[in-house]
């Protein structure tokens, strides 16, 4: 019953919508191989009209069969279509590489053709491309290497983590599971699940290791041939986000740090531990709370928040849980975690829970939602605008959380009240504090790699010697997780790197719009639905002076940290007494 149905997309891999649409796309294929477009409005315009079809077809085939390899990662039809659909995509590599630098080094105005304006930024961004794109030739070699290698490793960690089970208390567990008892009240089930999930990553690490430092070779050797100074700068560019951006919002988060270690040492004071907080106990609750949720109690106090805020987000959750688009419960065989896809191509999205029915999970549901809803507000632009940057990916999803949580605390009674926002403090020392430990473990990786292979020995000590600069004093250094760079999907894209900094950029940035809704409510929702919409037309600093913010000093984000410095004073006064 809470299962998602992909019938919208295509009934099954053998129905006729599947097959016709995997021929449709050779022929398009084909007829782009052959294509050699004049530089005139007319031809430019055809050929756009030509990667808008190959792209939507790349676009719905692959979420099909990406959704459902998500629920069965041991499903070997989804794996072959999977291979298949990467093979036709690196064939396509070379001709895609040539129309892109024909795109980005045209002479025509566009801007006088009325469809083809629709497309200014894109083109914009086309003419960045052209100096970091290779010749056809190792275009198309890359992209056919890429499928045994960087894309056949980022698959290996996702089925080992997937698959991977453990032993507590004489049962087998899975690591979806035991992660998830991490949220436990009772401590000592928090201490044998971290014992239990540490033991589970002995049996996978070594593999996995050889899986991060070959995608980290590989980006390494790709971005230098591309003419980056470093992953970072390929990054920052993808990103559509200037450097003194990211300088400005890491400045800012050091300046924080010992702000959130106060509220660690506090919170471990709480729970009778001398000095640091052992990482087993991160995620222990405070307060009391004797709420849980069923899934249609969670659809119902979902909608009743969003529709004080905007009936839009309301309408769309009620379609996500009625219309079967939310896979909600874990189980064997499906990843871990929770994502959002969205599916601009049938003007629809698809979530994945791994629900357990606590509040911990009403959030993320929340923030999923939010990620739906972005999709919502860009399913309307000329497919080859339908994709935004990391940095903003995380802008909407944050800001439902907080709608969320703000709207639980204002409500709550004092024991509820410190189990709320010790909830969000939870959350915020992960997307501040830990996301930074991330950058600077990823930041030494990418730099060690290049020199070096990091066994899975190595890539411990570079966690730990992260997470100790990045929590200080506030986490104890005998219990700390060495292994969180094993279960992070994220580490293990070679098209994307970094995808840490965007949390923090999205959490923080969400932060500042939240004080501003409620500085001045009036006129906000129909901005900050503007916002969303340009977040793929438009540069971060450009998307955020939407709402009157500059990203590129500290003073917006220590707005934002100031923020959550008080929902620390908050909760230490809540709990001193």
């Not at 891999?13 to 599947?18: A, G, I, K, L, W």
């Not at 629709?118 to 056809?136: G, I, M, R």
């Not at 419960?329 to 979530?351: D, E, H, T, Y």
Request: proline share 2%; aromatic share 12%; with cysteine.
């Amino acid at each position: 019953m809470y299962e998602w149905t992909l019938k919208d997309l295509y009934p099954s891999y053998d129905s006729r919508e599947f097959q016709d649409d995997m021929k449709r796309l050779d022929a398009l294929i084909e007829k782009a191989r052959t294509s050699k477009p004049q530089d005139t409005s007319a031809e430019i315009k055809e050929l756009i009209h030509l990667l808008e079809e190959i792209d939507t077809l790349f676009f719905k085939l692959g979420s099909f069969i990406s959704l459902n390899e998500a629920t069965d990662t041991t499903d070997k039809e989804s794996a072959n279509y999977s291979s298949l659909l990467s093979s036709k995509s690196a064939d396509f590599s070379a001709d895609s590489a040539r129309l892109q630098k024909f795109l980005g080094s045209t002479s025509t105005d566009i801007t006088k053709d009325d469809y083809l304006a629709n497309y200014n930024f894109y083109f914009e961004e086309a003419k960045k491309k052209v100096s970091h794109l290779l010749s056809d030739e190792v275009e198309e070699v890359i992209a056919k290497m890429n499928l045994s290698a960087g894309s056949s490793w980022s698959t290996l960690q996702s089925y080992l983590t997937s698959i991977v089970e453990g032993e507590m208390d004489g049962e087998s567990i899975t690591l979806p599971q035991v992660r998830n008892l991490a949220y436990d009240k009772d401590s000592s089930v928090r201490k044998r699940a971290y014992e239990a999930e540490l033991a589970m990553y002995k049996h996978i690490k070594e593999p996995i290791s050889f899986a991060l430092n070959n995608i980290k070779s590989q980006v390494n050797d790709i971005s230098k041939l591309r003419g980056f100074d470093s992953p970072l700068a390929q990054t920052l560019e993808q990103s559509r986000m200037q450097r003194k951006t990211l300088d400005a919002l890491m400045s800012a988060i050091e300046d924080y740090l010992p702000v959130f270690r106060s509220y660690l040492k506090h919170k471990a004071k709480l729970l009778g531990h001398e000095g640091s907080l052992p990482f087993y106990d991160l995620f222990a609750p405070m307060g009391n709370s004797s709420r849980s949720f069923t899934v249609e109690e969670s659809k119902e106090f979902l909608i009743d928040v969003f529709s004080k805020f905007s009936q839009d987000l309301a309408d769309m959750t009620r379609d996500m849980y009625d219309k079967k688009h939310i896979d909600v419960f874990p189980k064997k065989g499906k990843v871990g975690g929770a994502f959002c896809a969205n599916l601009p191509m049938i003007k629809q999205s698809r979530i994945l829970l791994n629900d357990d029915g606590q509040i911990g999970s009403l959030v993320t549901a929340a923030h999923e939602l939010g990620h739906a809803y972005h999709g919502l507000h860009i399913e309307n632009h000329l497919p080859l605008n339908w994709e935004y940057s990391m940095p903003v990916a995380e802008t909407a999803s944050t800001f439902n959380e907080n709608l969320l949580l703000n709207t639980l605390i204002k409500s709550a009674d004092k024991e509820e009240k410190i189990n709320l926002i010790e909830q969000q403090l939870q959350d915020l020392t992960q997307i501040i504090v830990d996301i930074y430990s991330r950058y600077l473990f990823e930041s030494e990786v990418f730099e060690r790699r290049k020199n070096e292979f990091l066994f899975a020995d190595d890539l411990e000590k570079i966690m730990l010697d992260a997470q100790k600069k990045a929590y200080g004093d506030g986490l104890d250094e005998n219990f700390l997780h060495p292994y969180m760079w094993v279960n992070k999907g994220h580490y293990y894209s070679e098209s994307e790197s970094f995808y840490n900094f965007p949390y923090a950029f999205g959490g923080l940035f969400s932060k500042g719009l939240y004080s501003l809704y409620q500085k001045r409510s009036e006129g906000f929702v129909e901005n900050y639905q503007k916002m969303l919409k340009a977040t793929t037309v438009s540069s971060v600093e450009d998307t955020a002076k939407v709402m009157g913010i500059d990203l590129t000093t500290k003073d917006f984000w220590c707005s934002a940290l100031e923020m959550a410095k008080a929902s620390i004073e908050e909760f230490i006064e809540l709990t001193s007494c």
